[in-house]
């Protein structure tokens, strides 16, 4: 390059005897600009950046806006200038077709060189190579990828730059129900999802009686898994949202939030080489364990199946349940005690190689089993959960929602305690199951079950458990994804409680919809956050 001062005279100038023509430069060179060899700057047998002679020579453009340059010619042509490599901004990305991976585009054009001679960019995560170009588009798995760009330009200089890309696993839609959290004595709801399609997670409490917002409490970037609510352990007699994430480098992390001030009360690690599947709080409701305790249970590549317990707030351990190889998990739950020792039980449920059903029970102090208790291996189970007593003995019941291979769908329900098969429950073979929730009917106990047909029709079919009574069909818009189905006490004064179905719309966003378990009356819609 050759520096310039640029000179505002209105006449022509000409050049010195040492040249017999004038010289041309650019129109769109500013005052203390340099001059570059891209610049064609030309007259007098020679041009680019190396000049015979010597002294001081004036250029000047010859069309309107005239621009005028004084410098100081040189034999010599000046060093070149390494370039200065720009990755862009930090960016995050969504894996919204839930295949492990997403498209992303690199952004290296805030690029820039004073020779203007960048020849290439390259892009390199783990030292690999993988892309070239400015604008590449490249395919990153979900996680944190830390990814540095290199630009060299002609004269062989060059410069890195490195840019954080995070790509969130497909967003999870957790939500789950939670006492009154604004006084006004109606049952609420928390509702937690990817805020804004990209960027952190955020709990949503609502009312329950009309949806309205209460408070939102951060959950930060990690992937939210798991979430449940625990009893107060922080003394406001609020509950704990308890949540499960798992970080960058594949850490299990269980944080406590308080729902009435939003702070954070506890946090405490599980293995990270194993996969959760169910957080279960422990409400120690027979004072056995001496506090309230969160259970994650876990599974591993071995098939190892297990539970950890920790207490709450403070995170100690209080020990590991194991739970066997033999069948493979498909859902967990806790009931009441029934081994008198005080402490709630952890139930695994699962299938094993013959196709039996077995639903394993072990006390969550000491993981010594109290009972194993096996359903009908004909209907292979969908959904699994554990309900309050329905035959008036205390000890909750257990529920297996399977479906046969003609397409029969049923719930066995069996006594925690005794194994004692209590009722067998039929649904409409048309409408397959996607979700289910316990219903308090004033009739009795009571068993939602989401299903959706060939049709594409969506349905809930509410039914007594006692006597196979169907109580209520309610209609869902099949538009709104399948993700939560929850049920509420009654809001509306018909004395029947409500069902809340939650679930991602085409657009992203989350949508909730209420309606009464019975009548089917929608209460309210809304749309998060």
Do not use: C
Request: aromatic residues 6%; negative net charge; proline residues 5%.
């Amino acid at each position: 390059t050759v520096a310039a001062a640029l000179d505002t005279k209105p006449e022509v100038v000409t050049v010195g005897p040492i040249m017999e023509d004038r010289y041309r430069i650019p129109n769109n060179r500013a005052p203390g600009d340099t001059l570059r060899s891209s610049d064609q700057v030309y007259g007098g047998g020679a041009s680019g950046v190396t000049w015979g002679g010597g002294g001081e020579t004036n250029l000047y453009s010859e069309s309107e806006p005239f621009t005028y340059a004084r410098f100081t010619v040189s034999d010599t042509p000046p060093e070149p200038t390494a370039p200065i490599a720009n990755a862009g901004q930090d960016q995050s990305a969504v894996d919204r077709d839930d295949d492990g991976s997403e498209d992303v585009t690199l952004d290296g054009s805030a690029s820039s060189d004073a020779d203007e001679d960048i020849e290439s960019y390259e892009w390199r995560e783990n030292g690999e190579v993988i892309a070239r170009g400015v604008n590449p588009n490249v395919i990153l798995d979900t996680g944190l990828h830390t990814i540095e760009l290199t630009v060299t330009d002609a004269a062989g200089l060059s410069d890195t730059d490195t840019v954080k890309v995070r790509v969130f696993a497909k967003p999870v839609n957790l939500a789950v129900a939670m006492p009154d959290a604004n006084g006004n004595g109606s049952e609420d709801f928390v509702q937690a999802l990817l805020a804004g399609g990209v960027g952190k997670y955020k709990a949503f409490i609502r009312d329950g009686a009309d949806g309205s917002a209460i408070r939102a409490i951060g959950l930060g970037t990690a992937q939210l898994r798991l979430m449940t609510t625990l009893q107060d352990v922080s003394g406001n007699s609020r509950p704990e949202l308890t949540v499960l994430t798992r970080g960058d480098n594949d850490a299990v992390l269980v944080r406590l939030f308080d729902t009435g001030n939003r702070k954070l009360v506890g946090k405490f690690n599980y293995r990270k080489n194993l996969e959760p599947i169910a957080l279960l709080a422990l409400n120690d409701r027979q004072k056995g364990l001496g506090s309230r305790a969160v259970a994650v249970v876990q599974t591993g590549s071995d098939g190892t199946v297990q539970a950890q317990v920790r207490r709450a707030p403070s995170g100690e351990n209080v020990g590991t349940v194991g739970f066997g190889k033999a069948y493979e998990p498909v859902g967990a739950a806790t009931v009441r005690d029934i081994d008198g020792a005080g402490v709630d039980e952890i139930v695994v449920f699962g299938v094993n190689a013959e196709g039996k059903v077995r639903a394993q029970l072990r006390d969550a102090l000491t993981g010594k089993q109290v009972a194993a208790h096996f359903f009908d291996p004909d209907f292979p189970p969908v959904l699994v959960t554990a309900i309050p007593s329905m035959n008036n003995n205390v000890t909750d019941e257990l529920v297996v929602l399977g479906v046969d291979d003609t397409g029969r769908i049923r719930a066995e329900v069996r006594d925690s305690k005794t194994g004692k098969q209590l009722a067998t429950v039929p649904y409409d073979k048309q409408f397959p199951p996607l979700l289910m929730s316990y219903v308090a009917h004033p009739d009795g106990a009571a068993l939602a079950v989401l299903g959706e047909n060939s049709a594409g029709k969506r349905q809930s079919r509410t039914k007594l458990l006692a006597t196979n009574e169907t109580v209520g069909v309610v209609p869902f818009p099949p538009s709104l994804g399948a993700d939560n189905l929850l049920s509420l006490d009654d809001a509306d004064g018909d004395g029947s409680p409500e069902l809340l179905l939650s679930g991602e719309l085409a657009s992203g966003k989350i949508r909730v919809i209420a309606k009464d378990a019975v009548t089917g009356t929608e209460l309210y819609r809304k749309t998060l956050p």
